[in-house]
C-alpha cells in the first residue's frame, strides 16, 4: 500500500468514527429534549400517554380552581384548543389568568395535562414566541406587535 492510499484510508476511517460519535450523541440526547406545544398540536398530533412535552399558552379565564394548599386545577388555551391541568407546588408570583404560562409535565389517559413544572411570563412584556406565533397565525395577536417583543396578545 502506497503512502497515498495510507493516508486516504486513515482519513476515511477518522471520518467513519466520528459519524459514529456524532450519530451516538445525537440519538442519546433526542430523549433529552423537551418540545414546546401548543394546546391545539397537543389535541392534534395525539401525544402519546406519559411522553414528557412542555406546553405553553394562556391561563383560561375562570379556571384556576384550588383544592388544597399547593393543589391547584387550571386550564391552558390557545384560544382554539384548551387543555386542563393539574399541579401540585407553590405557583410563581406572576401566575394568574389571562397570562402567559409554559408547562412541563405529562398528559394523562383522561386528557388532563399533570404538570410537574409552571412557569410564568418574566414580565407584562413578554410572551413565548411560539405562544405569540400561534396566536398570530389564529387571528387573535395585536396589530403591529412580533413574537418575542412587548405585547399582549388581544382577547
Known sequence: MTRKQRRLVLIGVAGAVLMSATGL???????????????TELAERQVPVGDRVRMGGLVAEGSVERTGETDVRFAVTDTAS????????????????GQGVVTEGRLGPDGVFV?????AKHDENYMPKEVADALKAQGHWQDGEQAGEPGVASQ
Open 115 to 119: 404538570a410537574d413544572t409552571v412557569l
Open 25 to 39: 450523541v445525537l440519538s442519546a440526547l433526542n430523549d433529552q429534549i423537551v418540545f414546546f406545544r401548543t394546546p
Open 82 to 97: 384548551t387543555i386542563p391541568v393539574t399541579y401540585t407546588g407553590i405557583l410563581p408570583d406572576l401566575f394568574r389568568e
